[in-house]
């Protein structure tokens, strides 16, 4: 039997602190459904596997994160009752009679300047 593949260790330096989030929302999907579990047996025998080989690799600070988009979307309204409103119906009112009216126009005085 071959060993088993190696133990690798990734020491990472700290990680940038992540900016507040841009929130955009949006109506969450239908969840799935439920799937049932399936369960496989192989029998055999089991061997005691060798001992591991240990790696350690030592990588790069990450660069900073970008900022999070959350999306927010507005649901449909809802369609409003009708109103309706009984009122009494008045009497109509008499016209008040017209008021004659004379306009008088005159003739314009011009002023004439010669420079």
């Given at each position: 039997m071959p060993p088993a593949p190696p133990?690798?260790?990734?020491?990472?330096?700290?990680?940038?602190?992540?900016?507040?989030?841009?929130i955009i929302r949006e109506q969450p999907p239908k969840q799935p459904c439920k799937q049932p579990t399936k369960i496989?047996?192989?029998?055999?025998?089991?061997?005691?596997?060798?001992?591991?080989?240990?790696?350690?690799?030592r990588l790069p600070p990450?660069?900073?994160?970008p900022q999070p988009v959350q999306l927010e979307r507005w649901l449909p309204y809802k369609f409003p009752k009708r109103r309706i409103v009984y009122e009494k119906?008045?009497?109509?009112?008499?016209?008040?009679?017209?008021r004659n009216l004379i306009v008088e126009w005159q003739q314009p005085e011009p002023v004439i300047k010669k420079s």
């Amino acid at each position: 039997m071959p060993p088993a593949p190696p133990l690798i260790i990734r020491q990472h330096a700290p990680r940038p602190k992540t900016p507040e989030p841009l929130i955009i929302r949006e109506q969450p999907p239908k969840q799935p459904c439920k799937q049932p579990t399936k369960i496989i047996n192989i029998p055999g025998r089991v061997y005691e596997p060798p001992p591991r080989r240990v790696i350690i690799e030592r990588l790069p600070p990450l660069p900073p994160k970008p900022q999070p988009v959350q999306l927010e979307r507005w649901l449909p309204y809802k369609f409003p009752k009708r109103r309706i409103v009984y009122e009494k119906q008045e009497p109509p009112v008499q016209p008040e009679k017209p008021r004659n009216l004379i306009v008088e126009w005159q003739q314009p005085e011009p002023v004439i300047k010669k420079s």
